[in-house]
């Protein structure tokens, strides 16, 4: 049973080489990690944390919600008004008549959102939001020209500039109510 002192040395041998290579590994990781004000916080799915709003920025997006609310449910009627008219379920004068009347609404809003004064760490957002209102707005009046014509050209250019808009208040939904539900 000679063996079996050696077979204990061996094993306490690499327990300690263990050891060390655990206390090295720890050392390592201390001396190559950042310090804790240069990590950006992850969140446990792996994606970057925002800081929080400041209260100016909180505020904005309070006063830009239900003009943001109201612009999608406009925006939404557009898009049936046209799925409609193509389906065959409406003529051009019902998509004349559904879609004139979003183009008071869609001033509105572009009225309601110039009259907001966003905190200077919003200005780009503000700006892409008041881009996207014109541009369902401008959407909304190339649809009614269908009615004029009948040439889908009209509601072709109408859905770029409408998924241009919804790029847009997608982007700026997610910066400031991130979670939001979206639309597939």
Do not use: C
């Not at 590994?25 to 970057?48: K, L, N």
């Not at 401008?138 to 409408?162: C, F, N, P, W, Y």
């Amino acid at each position: 049973m000679t063996w079996f002192p050696s077979l204990k040395g061996f094993g306490l041998g690499v327990l300690v080489v263990g050891l060390i290579a655990l206390v090295a590994m720890a050392v390592y990781r201390e001396i190559a990690t950042p310090p804790q004000d240069q990590v950006e916080p992850v969140s446990a799915f792996g994606r970057v944390e925002r800081p929080a709003m400041t209260a100016a920025e909180e505020a904005y997006a309070h006063a830009l919600w239900p003009i943001h609310a109201q612009v999608k449910q406009n925006a939404v009627r557009m898009t049936f008004a046209g799925l409609a008219y193509k389906m065959g379920d409406i003529g051009l004068a019902t998509v004349k008549k559904r879609v004139a009347s979003l183009i008071p609404m869609f001033d509105a809003a572009l009225a309601q959102a110039n009259r907001l004064r966003p905190p200077v760490s919003m200005l780009d957002v503000h700006r892409e939001y008041i881009d996207a209102i014109r541009l369902y707005r401008d959407s909304s009046v190339t649809m009614i020209k269908v009615s004029g014509d009948g040439r889908d050209e009209h509601l072709i250019q109408a859905h770029e500039m409408s998924a241009k808009a919804a790029g847009l208040t997608l982007k700026v939904g997610e910066m400031l109510w991130p979670g939001e539900f979206k639309p597939n």
